[in-house]
């Protein structure tokens, strides 16, 4: 199914520091109005407070271009930032969709070309040392949708946490253990045969940007997606650095954003990568992003959660899909419902989502 662009394409909210996001006025913005049950919709975020309003969190709900709905636990405000945890993996998709895009388009620096096919060893220089040989066969497209057979969490192999004195980046590519013992040199199964969700194979997709676009993914994405949709006050971590490789963008973890910042991301995905007159992001690349990348997890996409077979969030829109991140950090984009729900905080790590979810669709048509 070719996702169609919402009815909503004229409004698209001013940076924070410039007014933001436009709230939903009653008495003017009837139709968006007539859309909405809010006593409903105020009965469950008064659900929501009595279970977690002892962590610090914010809640925002965009529908139709308008903030319809915010609620920020106390001593959280709407421009306090949360590491979102692994919803930073779709900001790392985002930029692979640029990138290849930009591969396309013959715009890469030396007219580099690279797409999903394209092995990712391949772009290293000689001074990365291949640990196995079966990496010579993982393709971009196995490490964007965690196919890589670079082990992950089901081999209790959880971020890229390195040795006291050993870099990041050194684990991920399999040259050291991790600080748990744990190793990433030899592959579970050749690559394209198995899905395990891998934080050192998101890990490899930072170096490559950076040896393939010059530029390291956090400057990249600032420049051609945050500026362009008013995101200002987030920020990335990055890692390694010294005498240890790097310091690079990290790719799965570690970029801080507000709940009304995120939304923006959301509400860019929602509009097929627009945002106003301007493509930020390739309608081609969401379009294929948000939907199955292989078949050994359908509920996986490139770097996306998505609901294309109706069984990751049973009962709700197939068109559906996520970033999420640990503590319960996520952003849900439903296009067929111009409707955008974030959820950013501290904890816990154990949520009802697909509940609350259909809550928030009981009292929105």
């Not at 294929?288 to 997890?297: D, E, F, G, R």
Request: net charge negative; hydrophobic share 35%.
């Amino acid at each position: 199914m070719t996702r169609t662009s919402p009815k909503n394409t004229q409004y698209f909210p001013s940076p924070e520091s410039k007014g933001g996001w436009q709230f939903l006025d009653k008495k003017i913005d009837k139709k968006v109005v007539s859309k909405i049950n809010f006593e409903h919709l105020n009965k469950v975020i008064e659900e929501y407070k009595l279970f977690f309003d002892n962590v610090a969190s914010g809640i925002v709900i965009v529908k139709d271009g308008f903030l319809v709905k915010e609620h920020y636990s106390f001593m959280t405000l709407p421009g306090s930032r949360f590491d979102v945890w692994s919803c930073t993996k779709s900001f790392t998709g985002i930029a692979w969709g640029l990138l290849l895009e930009e591969s396309k388009n013959g715009t890469l620096p030396d007219n580099i070309k690279v797409d999903l096919d394209s092995f990712a060893y391949s772009f290293f220089p000689d001074s990365f040392k291949m640990t196995d040989k079966l990496k010579e066969k993982i393709t971009i497209g196995h490490l964007l949708s965690m196919t890589s057979g670079i082990p992950g969490e089901n081999e209790l192999v959880f971020g890229i946490p390195p040795l006291d004195n050993f870099g990041p980046f050194e684990h991920a590519l399999g040259y050291q253990e991790n600080r748990y013992g744990y190793k990433t040199d030899q592959l579970i199964s050749e690559p394209g045969t198995i899905w395990d969700y891998s934080d050192p194979a998101m890990a490899h997709l930072s170096i490559l940007f950076k040896l393939i676009m010059r530029r390291e993914m956090h400057e990249y994405m600032q420049e051609k997606v945050f500026d362009k949709i008013g995101i200002e006050n987030a920020s990335w971590d990055v890692h390694g650095g010294g005498q240890f490789i790097g310091p690079h963008t990290s790719a799965h973890v570690g970029l801080h954003i507000s709940a009304r910042e995120l939304a923006r991301v959301g509400y860019l995905l929602m509009q097929n990568g627009r945002w106003a007159d301007d493509e930020v992001v390739p309608s081609s690349w969401i379009e294929k992003a948000t939907k199955p990348s292989q078949t050994l997890n359908p509920e996986y996409g490139f770097t996306f959660w998505v609901n294309t077979d109706g069984t990751r969030w049973p009962g709700l829109p197939v068109d559906m899909f996520s970033l999420e991140g640990y503590n319960t950090n996520r952003c849900y984009v439903i296009p067929s419902k111009e409707l955008v729900v974030v959820r950013v905080g501290s904890g816990p790590n154990q949520w009802n989502e697909q509940l609350f979810i259909k809550q928030v669709l009981k009292a929105i048509n």
